[in-house]
């Protein structure tokens, strides 16, 4: 399992990837799932992935493949696409033609695969967007209202993202919040795993801040973390009924 979660703000986007991916209980492994597509100051994309590993890894092979192409275009590479909702449109496409040849080859055992990607960026003269692309290939965006997304195991990581999160939170901010929401995800279910990717875009800069991989037993993530249980435990202590 995965779980991944991009936040769209005024100052920019913050973007966290667990890296656990298991086919049994008895098979576990550390992928990357946070990709980065970028041309400093002229346009960067991230995707986050979650779902079939093998469905995961052929977009993102086949992304490059097309990109690297002498051929390559504005209707076909993401690096020259002259818009996020292009960009968007042309990695849905080809998600979900991977995940239809994939499923066609599995047919005969009665088996299928999928995955969703969370695609964000922004190019030099452009908006900064968010989106999330479903299996099929289509896709919603992140808005004021709705300023993050969520792929994977999310049900966790959600309810303080819905209490603290707005388009007016500070970069500092998100980074604690998505960081939170990964710690009582982690918590609660043993399929999503460190380390973790953690990415911050600052508006119009159109490159990546900061990145930053937090492996299993970083202090500073152990010390959030059982600030965030006491802070809990002292807070419901206090709650009167």
């Known amino acids: 399992m995965t779980y991944c ?11 966290l990837s667990d890296t656990r991916t298991n086919a049994g209980f008895d098979n576990i492994a550390v992928y990357k799932k946070m990709f980065t597509f970028e041309e400093p100051g002229e346009r960067v994309i991230m995707i986050l992935t979650a779902g079939s590993l093998s469905v995961t890894q052929t977009t993102i092979a086949r992304l490059k ?34 995940r239809a040849d994939i499923d066609e080859k599995l047919s ?15 190019r030099r003269g452009g908006e900064m967007r968010m989106f999330l692309i479903y299996p099929e290939g289509n896709f919603i965006e992140a808005t004021e209202d709705t300023p993050f997304l969520q792929i994977g195991e999310h049900k966790y990581g959600k309810p303080i993202l819905d209490r603290v999160v707005k388009p007016a939170t500070s970069l500092a901010d998100a980074q604690k919040a998505v960081l939170l929401s990964m710690d009582s995800t982690l918590r609660s279910n043993l399929s999503v795993g460190m380390p973790l990717d953690l990415a911050v875009i600052e508006r119009d800069a159109c490159r990546v801040a900061s990145r930053r991989r937090i492996e299993a037993g970083d202090a500073n993530f152990r010390a959030m973390s059982d600030a965030w249980s006491r802070a809990l435990r002292e807070g419901f202590g206090r709650i009167q009924i």
């Not at 979660?5 to 973007?15: A, I, K, Q, R, S």
């Not at 055992?109 to 922004?122: D, E, K, P, Y």
């Open 5 to 15: 979660v991009g936040l769209l703000l005024n100052e920019g986007m913050v973007l």
């Open 65 to 98: 493949e097309v990109m690297n192409s002498p051929e390559a275009d504005e209707e076909t590479s993401i690096m020259k696409a002259p818009t996020m909702l292009k960009v968007a449109e042309i990695i849905g496409n080809m998600l979900g033609e991977v």
């Open 108 to 122: 005969a055992q009665r088996q299928g695969a999928s995955a969703s990607l969370i695609v964000a960026g922004q």
